[in-house]
């Protein structure tokens, strides 16, 4: 496996390039692709025996090299992650897979648990392998019942079939994997808090240092990724690096799933070349608004949103242009705000949905996300808000930004700030008129 | 130190689920017993559809801890039940993408359809309410839950039906749509398999 | 490492954490869930600072910031916490620029829009942290205009703890106090976010420790209900003293007012209980203000009693004791006497010509161990051998020993005192239990945390302690005596041989037995053990060294009161409680008694002195580890009441003599020769000093007890008083007969169940507990000062049931 980074021709960022060829979503929507027959016969579990014929280092260099950025929405540099595993010394290490999907706009993983765990399961052999963890640890958020039984029986399958136990697929390597249910807390996507909640604790974040590496499920080394990141691996053993670093931006390589929601014509999950358009995943993919849009959440309901635009729309999706555009990537879900919705009354809801999720560990997210910042909302969209109000919460969200003990509260209060950026107009003539630009609307699918 | 009053005794839930109990408490390493706490509960709230404080108890008894304990841990997360849901237990997302899909009115139109309020379960135990954040289903607005399984799509139509037939106790095999890439009767898109 | 505060520089060790960099700097910043002697969190993000540091080039050397040619100051993109921020070569912090005051600003703001602002009407006002912080760091005014967060107020968390939920500003403190510990999580946050509230499912909070979180409270949340709305934290009178409640040599802080005590805090000794009391030390002091305390002198008149000045009652004493011979006389003090109270009972006895002088309770054995050990090094100790209840008998080394498990060694001290934020400290810590072996007749708390863990039967200590030196000496064995393999013996004494700090802590089980004492020498000999003797009461150890001892064994206080002695002086002693010695006692030509109340002794007596509580009295005791501690006077009102000195210069004065000891400062003048310094001059936090070991300390004359199958049992609340402690004994119960179920049920006893039962001949009033943790056929009943820790026989057959409890529905 090489690097080819150099003397490669033009990268692949369009979904609409001959070269692309979809890997991560080729098979789900396909009747039995859950199956372990399904997946073998299509080349499952090729790519583990090819990683477990490679030294553990040679494979973390393979996904370093390939570019792959985490998934999860962080964007960190999977392999880098990898590397900082601790050398083995005899102490029991943990692969852990962040199945705990929940940032609003987000569903791809849904979709991978429910219709090809065997992917993850090969992806995280891969992962235990290179970081020598004879452990995996699968948090499934609870709501995920159907993914949860998908993967149960995957898991009980691959074991049946020598693909996870002692001496996977023949090897001398021991690989098993521990199946885990959340039970409806978003906070439990911060990887610390998914490792308390693992260990049957609050799911409160940790602090850090230590990182994971050092200290993470039961105090032991550990890594964590998301449920993409892991399929990603699998095609990046197999295909190698170069062929990953192939697609997408300097800064964001590889295929990406995007999520659609909100009012276009085909709302869903799309396999995408990093630094393919917004204008490509909207209006040609997901087929367009259905109605006038002036939005878009490029990444999950915590990323800043952009206003709609041609000049938006031709952004290419990667992390550095979100970045640039003082937004990010995040997940990729991708939500657009249809020009009826009232700006206030839509980020009502998102800071609803934080405030619902807040763990109440530290100050400015237990009184601010949780507490103020609704009852304000709530005040201006009952009509009683002043101008005053609205200078109190630019301020108070400028004092939830970092200043807390996790991204929660940033994350609550970066798209109010976005909001307030592009749509004070909105604001302003909730508190003047005392009644929204647009009002509540009740429309619902008959 | 102090002296507990004895709790009227109730059969204990794992009594006569030991081996269902072991094979729980097996899948976690030993020194990561508590790791089970979980589980635990999630197997009582579906037996019983809450979980009570002697079950509670006898979880913190099983796995050597106090039954605070238990309790901070269950009361943190948003599907644990204190007090029994209805056979039927909704669950209407109303998160942004649900919202602007209708959710809203979804939710209006079960309150008013099974007359219950967010929280309440009705005087049969048939029906309970509640209304929780993003589900994972904004591709798919607005997603109504029902126990543990997912009915996307949730038109007007499509909920009438739904509540009759849970009124009649059955329920319905759900949709599984999956729109984007992978709608299994989407128009063909390259790089779809269909 | 060197750190700049706000431009001061300062030189500080590696794993400091930021916010004492800022403190030792001279700086404040504000904080509310660190606490010393905790994990730091990052919870309340009050202590924000701008902080920054250099970085390194990839070959090590500082990237260099090009005007100045020094290196370059890289500052985070957010504030940090300084609490969970460990100093780094050549960082700088800024505490005073506005950004920062805008955010502690803001997060005063936060942290008040949901906290009543009651002050005038709360507890804590004046003394409340976030009252203080807010003067200081806030704003003065608040944009929160909506209703704040109603929940439970007067929440009784337990008999002893009132939980204001509106007050709580969730700083976690109580909860990872609960944890981190006494290692028992009886209290924890339950619901998430905005709903956030502490709560516990444990009835009562079943723990010995519950008290400091009420100190710990950085508002008016957690309240000692024992004080609640009985004053302002300005109008109290504060002394800071020593317990006397055990042989800990614990600080507290009794809080006094208008003459009474409102309320006893933890005082801070780093070297002995850290800023943690138990709960007996804490909330047992009420019987100080018992109605029934004697304020004056009584005289027998027939057969009551008259009340008379103390000219009077010691021109009686004197008068009558003139017509004994002075050996007849006999004088025996409570072992919590002060050494000051010891050297004026020493000089009564000298002046009347005595050799009948004793303390009680006391041993048979030394209580200065050969080697011997002190707290700190328990705290720091890498194997430890229990032997004994110590979470009753002496809590503060039960805390000392969780933090031996901990492995984490006490803090340097900073010149702003114990470090705010330790970072070795984490929450959940592992605990290193195989470091801790338990023995005991049956399952101690401690057993809990111990990696071995052996029941041994009841006087079966010297047996097991045999058998582990014949273990250790390569002999042989009886498995079933040591209770497990021996293999595992075997590992455990090598475990101990190669530990760096093995260390025996030696109970009242044992020491009731000569040849047990005996034994646990030996095995400590053979392995290597320093040991730690636990007195039976608080001044054990410093009435042995001043030699408060009888001339001859038979002089000893059995022997007083078995009839060597004609005419007794007795302090706080209550030996008639046993009817045997009540009859004898009767017949006393003479008998004095010195007590806080009118005792079954006290009934008896032909004169009656008022004594002082604990808390009344200045003096110095000796902790159980050779520590000198100053005891102090609060100032409180107890009538005409006297400590032993006081008595001895009453009755000096009416033998016309100037009595040794007829004061604290003439008692001192005596210590002052015989321990080469002056107690006066005491550091509140006390003098470690070798002791001097006296091997042929007198013996005692051992009372026939009749060893039955059961066991007096130690507790940290004080049975003699418990009676009078109406807080302590809600939350505990009353003096408790602990049997087993079976046990229980073969009799048809239930919990609660009240009993008069004969303990040793004795009959006591105990309420009835079941328990599995103590063994078939056994009756645990509590020790008493009269009859201390060890094998007792409880008549169960002669069990009166005097009330039984009420049916649990």
Redesign the interface.
Known sequence: MSDTASSAPKPITSRFDPRFEPTLYAHVGVPGSHTLSYYRSHGGYEAASKALGLEPKAVVDEVKASGLRGRGGAGFPTGVKWSFMPPVDGRQRFIVCNADESEPGSFKDRYLLEDDPHQLIEGMLIAGWAIQATIGVVYVRGEYYHAYGRLAAAIDEARAAGILGRGVLGSEFDFDLILHRGAGAYICGEETALMNSFEGLRANPRLKPPFPAQAGVYGLPSTINNVESFCAAVHIVARGAAWHAAMGTDDSKGMKLYQVSGPVARPGVYEVPMGATFRELIMELAGGPSEPAKAIIPGGSSTPLLPWSDATLDLPMDYGTMAKHRSMLGTGGVIVIPERKCIVDAYYNVVRFYAHESCGKCTPCREGSATWLPKMYQKLLAGQGTHEDLALMEDMVKHMRGTAFCPLADACAMPVQASFEHFRHEYEHLVDQGESLYPRRREWAA | MSSRQPLPTVTPFFADKQERLSEILARYPEYGRRSALMPLLWEVQRAERHVSEARVEEIAEILGLHATEVKGVMSFYGTYHEHPVGRYHLQVCRTLSCSLAGADTLADFLEDELDLVNGETDPEGRFSLQYVECLGSCGTAPVLQVNDTYFERVSRSRCRALLDAMRRDTLPEPTLERGGDNEPNAPDQEGGAA | MKVTVNGTVLELDPGTSAIDAVFAAGFDVPYFCSQPYMS???????C?ARIGAPRKERDGSWILDESSGEPKVFYF???M?TC?TAIMEGMVIDTLSKDVK??QN??VE??L??HPLDCPVCDKGGACELQDRAYEYGTGRS??V?DK?HQEKHHPL?ALITLDRERC??C?RCVRYFEEVPG?????????????YI??????????FTGNITDICPVGALLDATSRFRGRNWEYDHTFTTSLDDASGSAIVVDARTGRIERIKSGLNPEVNKSWIDDGIRFGHEYADDPERLKRPLLRRGEGFEEVSWEEAAAFVAERLAGFSGKDVGVAIRADATLEEGVAARALAQHVGTGQLDHAPRHGPSLVPLHGATVLDVATADALLVLGDVTEELPALDLRIKDALKGVSPPELFAHGVPIADLRL???M?RASERLAVVAPYRVDLMKYAGAAVQVPVAGEAAWLQAMAAVAHAQPADEAVLGMPRAEAESLVRAWREAQKPIMIVGGFVLASEAATEAAASLAKAVGFRQVLVPPMANGVGLEITQVLPSHARYDYQGMLGGSAKALVLSNLNPAVDPAVAERLRSCELLVVHDLFLTETARLAHVVLPGTSGYEKDGTMVSLEGRFLPVRAAPVDAGEARDLTGVVKALGEAFGQRLEGRSVRSARRVLRKELGFDPTELHRLGLLRELPRRRAIVSLNVRETVVGDSLRVPSLARPEYLGRNAHLRA???GPALRLHPEDAAARGLR??DEVVVPVDGVPRRLEV?VSDAVPRGVSLVPATPEAPAGPAAVALDDLVHERRALE??
Do not use: Q, W
């Open positions: 730091p969190i990052g919870a309340c993000r009050m924000l993109p957010a504030m916490a969970t805008d955010a803001a997060m936060f942290t829009i949901n944009r929160f909506f967060r337990s500003i969730h976690k028992d999580e009886v209290l924890d946050f339950i619901e998430r976010g905005g709903h956030t709560g516990t499912l444990e009835d009562g909070l079943p723990s010995n984490k929450e959940r592992p939350a505990l119960g919990t609660g507990r649990v529905a």
